[in-house]
Nanobody
Framework: QVQLMESGGGSVQTGGSLRLSCATS??????????TAWFRQAPGKEREGVAG????????YYADSAKGRFTISQDKTTNTISLQMSSLEFEDTAVYYC?????????????????????WGQGTQVTVSS
């Protein structure tokens, strides 16, 4: 059974940094083909993809809003995904979710479409203020 658990959310000032972690279980980064990704949902807005990684190959994908500011990475020894966020803006305020889907296709990870992801964590709040 695949399970995902986020941690690391909190409050930060604009321009600051924050690191989120997603502990996964139920699949192996070394042996299974999964896309594990970060999504976020701001109040009154739809959930949107932020960044994804094909865990077996380490290939990463980013939404335009995340490019240059966010970095997704993985630790294959602990099956953990991280999202390092820097230069945070008020618009980054949202609940951040970790999600996963079994796939061989980089295109699935690149699309970051929530409808294609089977497994979800509970989310962690990130609040950016001036």
């Amino acid at each position: 059974q695949v399970q995902l658990m986020e941690s690391g959310g909190g409050s930060v000032q604009t321009g600051g940094s924050l690191r989120l972690s997603c502990a996964t279980s139920g699949y192996s980064f070394r042996y299974n083909f999964y896309c594990t990704a970060w999504f976020r949902q701001a109040p009154g807005k739809e959930r949107e993809g932020v960044a994804g990684i094909l865990t077996k190959t380490g290939t990463t994908y980013y939404a335009d809003s995340a490019k240059g500011r966010f970095t997704i990475s993985q630790d294959k020894t602990t099956n953990t995904i991280s999202l390092q966020m820097s230069s945070l803006e008020f618009e980054d305020t949202a609940v951040y979710y970790c999600a996963a889907v079994p796939t061989l296709l980089g295109s699935t990870c690149a699309r970051l479409s929530q409808a294609e992801f089977n497994y979800w964590g509970q989310g962690t709040q990130v609040t950016v203020s001036s």
